[in-house]
């Protein structure tokens, strides 16, 4: 079992920056792929950024160029840095953690992941 926690969320204007994290607890985070996804009011929940357990990294086309996923096993955290922020990136962003997925292969399928945080805010906007 892993339990999964996101902070780092808040407002932040039009091409501003924020940095999420994921912290996990229950189980060390060496061996887990873990994914960040986000859910706007109204639209489907969505692959944002995924990392493999030996730091292969994967990214929506949207983001690509502007987040920037990283992994601090020691500290059992996932961080997404977040550039360039648009209005169009608000969001609640949710990290998922899963022992068996790799990025490349379903890694952006909501439905393949096993344990889920409940999301952390952002908003962008002026």
């Known amino acids: 079992q892993v339990q999964l926690v996101e902070s780092g969320g808040g407002l932040v204007q039009p091409w501003g920056s924020l940095r999420l994290s994921c912290v996990a607890s229950?189980?060390?985070?060496?061996?887990?792929?873990i994914a960040w996804f986000r859910q706007a009011p109204g639209k489907e929940r969505e692959a944002v950024s995924c990392?493999?357990?030996?730091?292969?990294?994967r990214y929506a086309d949207s983001v690509k160029g502007r987040f920037t996923i990283s992994r601090d096993n020691a500290k059992n955290t996932v961080f997404l840095q977040m550039n360039s922020l648009k209005p169009e990136d608000t969001a609640v962003y949710i990290c998922?953690?899963?022992?068996?997925?790799?990025?490349?292969?379903?890694?952006?399928?909501?439905?393949?992941?096993?344990?889920w945080g409940q999301g952390t805010q952002v908003t962008v906007s002026s």
């Open positions: 998922a953690a899963d022992s068996w997925l790799l990025c490349e292969e379903n890694g952006f399928q909501v439905d393949a992941w096993d344990y």
């Open positions: 229950g189980n060390a985070l060496d061996y887990y792929s």
């Open positions: 990392i493999n357990a030996g730091g292969d990294t």
